[in-house]
């Protein structure tokens, strides 16, 4: 259980990172990114069927939720530079797009670092 509690402290540490991670990396081209993260979360939910330790499954999770959290920043990225309009104009239902992608994300790393206190209980 100590193994499976350091080895979520470096991944929450990892997701922390991702938003500097994809700014550094946005030469690349965002629609191979956004396939790789979608071949990646398919890869480990196929791997999770077959996992047979708690350890293992935690782990596979974290690569899966680490994959999905790159492809959202990318798609945000990607529609802010495509759309320059919706930070300024947003939309007619007076929702900001970029806030509300943000705040989900915030509230996405909340509900992992809650996870993590669960598991170190």
Not at 87 to 106: C, G, H, I, R
């Amino acid at each position: 259980m100590e193994t499976v509690k350091i080895l979520l402290k470096h991944m929450l540490a990892a997701l922390m990172l991702i938003p500097v991670m994809t700014a550094a990396h946005s030469s690349h081209n965002p629609i191979d990114d956004i396939a790789k993260y979608d071949q990646t979360v398919t890869e480990r939910q196929a791997e999770f069927k077959q996992s047979q330790q708690k350890a293992e499954k935690i782990h596979n999770l974290q690569e899966q939720v680490s994959a999905l959290e790159s492809k959202i920043l990318t798609l945000r990225n990607l529609m802010a530079s495509d759309y320059p309009h919706i930070k300024e104009k947003m939309s007619k239902y007076k929702l900001n797009y970029m806030e509300s992608v943000d705040d989900t994300l915030a509230q996405f790393k909340k509900v992992l670092k809650q996870t993590e206190t669960l598991l170190d209980q």
